[in-house]
């Protein structure tokens, strides 16, 4: 993944969307700036109990830059995939408050160079049961600009999810599920749309099965690898990838179940499968033995004699 950003305005936004819609990729990369791993922190903490770890970060870009490091809160926007970063207000504490970051804020990063950026994560004794969000945010400035009033660089954020064990609710439901209404052949592309309606991020997991059109169970995809925060509601992608012939009516019927195994929501749909090539390669070569067969008949006299 490749972030260029050129203002302060609207930077945020645009690496925490490509970070949440991205988010299982090992190393997220800046062509002139920074490489960072891990990209995402999910840690579940008691009140007043804390964790440490580490963020290796590189200097990927061809020549000196100077690194200003920050740290803001978001919240997801109700009913949808997108998000809002938030201040601090008075008298409450937020992931930025808990963090803290070993090492300067603002240095300057050799070309090539790596290090280790420790930091550590302090859940205080009245924090709120559920989840917090916050983000890391790594932003790179060639040296030569680093004076300028119009800074040109490049940022990199690390997603933290910090769940506070308490009274909380894990639940959603499977707003839409469907696939193309014909195919030819594999793989099968699936599409569900999950809204998250408990009050804390998860992965939600399940499986899709596949059945044709004698109920025969003739394939299954998991359902994982995404996290849904609160509120919010994400187009999630699986594909079936069969391996043969597929023909007739199929029935796909997807589960999505809380971490604790309890079912969430299942939802179902049909497609056909006519796969058009073969069809018309068959027919194509019934109709050449045919008209084969008339021209030799037509073509070609038997007789039989009979000696005495």
Same mark, same amino acid.
């Given at each position: ?154 940022? #990199?954020?690390? @997603?933290? /999810?910090?769940?506070?064990?308490? $009274?909380?609710?894990? *639940?959603?439901? =499977? ?110 070569? #019934?109709?050449? @033995?045919? /008209?084969?067969?008339?021209?030799? $008949?037509?073509?070609? *006299?038997?007789? =039989?004699?009979?000696?005495?």
């Amino acid at each position: 993944m490749t972030y260029r950003l050129i203002t302060r305005s609207g930077v945020a936004l645009a690496v925490l969307a490509a970070l949440i819609m991205g988010g299982q990729a090992p190393i997220a990369q800046a062509g002139t700036g920074l490489t960072i791993q891990p990209i995402k922190i999910s840690q579940t903490m008691k009140p007043g109990s804390s964790v440490s770890g580490t963020i290796l970060l590189s200097n990927a870009s061809t020549e000196d830059v100077v690194v200003d490091v920050s740290i803001q809160d978001f919240i997801p926007t109700a009913g949808t995939e997108t998000f809002q970063f938030v201040g601090r207000a008075p008298g409450v504490t937020t992931v930025r408050d808990w963090i803290t970051v070993n090492g300067p804020h603002q240095f300057t990063f050799k070309q090539g160079e790596s290090r280790q950026m420790e930091y550590t994560i302090n859940a205080p004794q009245d924090a709120e049961p559920g989840s917090h969000f916050g983000v890391f945010f790594f932003k790179a400035t060639n040296v030569s600009d680093a004076e300028s009033q119009i800074k040109v660089g490049t940022q #990199v954020g690390v @997603l933290t /999810f910090v769940t506070i064990p308490g $009274k909380f609710e894990q *639940k959603g439901d =499977i707003k839409n599920f469907w696939t193309d209404t014909f195919v030819q052949k594999g793989p099968v592309n699936f599409n569900l749309d999950f809204e998250n309606t408990g009050t804390v991020h998860f992965e939600p997991k399940g499986m899709i099965d596949i059945t044709n059109i004698f109920g025969t169970k003739v394939g299954s995809v998991p359902i994982e690898g995404y996290a849904v925060l609160p509120t919010g509601i994400k187009k999630l992608n699986f594909s079936w990838n069969v391996v043969g012939l597929l023909l007739g009516k199929y029935k796909a019927v997807a589960s999505v179940y809380a971490t604790d195994g309890t079912l969430l929501s299942s939802a179902s749909t049909s497609f056909y499968a006519m796969p058009v090539w073969y069809i018309v390669g068959f027919v194509v070569t #019934v109709l050449f @033995l045919f /008209f084969l067969i008339r021209f030799i $008949k037509s073509r070609l *006299k038997f007789s =039989i004699s009979l000696k005495k």
